[in-house]
């Protein structure tokens, strides 16, 4: 990575091939306090059937952040998120045998003549579209187990299912549909015109799937995560990783949490100088859980300042979502609220702390109880709390949320603002909530 020019409003319109690490180019250099916008091409299913990508994501290159250390940590304020795709298909995969050697997301090779990383071209349409440059045979790694096309409606966010003759009508023109960018080198999945339940009818809100900062090695985009990162551990390939705390590198970018969007504020780690902010993976919409492991990806534009918080040691990110997509018991007291419990704190002769606001802890792992088990730990440590302590204030004040299965997880709780004080989470977290 080289340094450039410092700027304060940054525009990112291109992309590594699956890759995160700080061997990646810089995308350029925004100022402390600053605006990026990005222009990402979708995530997940055209990476995963490019066999040229060595991750599962098309994520933009990092952007150096202005002042950014090591044993910092880089506060993401998104402020839009504007998809530009007009439909998209997705659904649950198979994987096809011979296409890859350890990891279908990873190592591609053409299963007729062997390349590894094929470069590929398109004929026609279907599931066999995607032909290995070399010898002609289908080349992809993925097909669908059940898939289906939606057609948006942004201005009223909703989409709707498409049958088959709707599905292959958008297949002939699949690049300018999804609205590939320029730059980006993945295959559009409309290719694959996939036809299930036609008709259903589902909410739009669109979120961020993988964005974060570049970890001090480098690994698939995808794999940045303590789940999908498990697949890493004992593979022979360029990314293959010996144990389980080799992970301990990752900084769990790849999170498909529904409430990193609009209005959110994301605090990611600083380990790598410059942070290596990067954006990807953007979703039309989603449930919690993302149970078809894979959701609706499409190209759209993300804004959002960067701020740089000093000396604030992370193991992960921490989330501050919109007000409105906290749960019910971590939502930042009303002023009736603390009037009632200032009352009762007299009558028992307690003092009542009620100067307090909501954080997440974002924590990852092979299964949910591990995720939560790394959410503890990266929680008790920030906050200088026992594990006991967590529990409890996390059962009275909050919960667990699954952003992924099987295991990325969203710690929430109310946090005393002396406690957010000396951890140095005050500020963000009083802006964000307007304390």
Known sequence: MSQQGVQEELYVD??????????????????????????TPPGCWGPMVTPSFRGGHEVT?????????????????????????????????????????????????????????????????GEDAIRCAECGANASSFGFEYGYTVAFDHENAVGITLDEAGAHELALD??????????????????????????????????????????????????????????????DHDYGVETEEDLDLRTDG???VPEVRAGATLICPVVVDGGGVYVGDLHANQGDG?????????????TMDVEVIEDLDLDGPVLL????DLPFISAPYSDEEIEAGEDLGDEHGVDV???????????????VNDATRNAFDRAGTLLGMSEGEVRA????????????????????????????????LDDVTRAQYDL
């Open 14 to 39: 291109q992309y590594t091939l699956g890759l995160v690490g700080p061997d990646q180019e810089w995308a350029g250099t925004v100022a402390d306090g600053g605006t990026v916008t990005t222009y």
């Open 61 to 125: 290159r990092p952007i150096r952040v202005e002042g950014a250390e090591v044993g910092d940590a880089v506060a993401i304020h998104i402020r839009d998120v504007e998809v530009t795709s007009m439909a998209t298909s997705t659904g649950s995969m198979a994987e096809r045998e011979g296409a890859f050697g350890d990891d279908p997301f990873v190592d591609h090779r053409c299963p007729e003549c062997g390349t590894t990383w094929p470069d590929s071209v398109v004929e026609g349409t």
């Open 174 to 235: 699949a690049d300018e549909v999804m609205d590939i960018p320029e730059n980006a080198r993945q295959h559009p999945i409309l290719l694959y015109e996939p036809d299930g339940m036609p008709g259903a009818l589902g909410r739009l809100r669109p979120f961020i799937g993988n964005i974060g900062t570049t970890p001090p090695v480098t690994m698939p985009d995808s794999h940045n995560a303590g789940d999908f990162g498990q697949n890493l551990i004992g593979a």
């Open 254 to 256: 790849h999170m498909d």
């Open 290 to 302: 993302e149970l078809s492991l894979h959701t609706t990806d499409v190209s759209g534009t993300v």
């Open 321 to 324: 979502p919109n007000e409105e």
């Open 353 to 367: 702390d009620t100067d307090a606001a909501p954080i997440q802890v974002i924590g990852s792992g092979a299964t």
């Open 393 to 424: 204030r996390c059962t009275f004040t909050g919960g667990v949320q699954i952003g992924r299965l099987p295991g990325v997880v969203q710690l929430d709780m109310l946090v005393p603002s002396d406690v957010l004080e000396a951890s140095g």
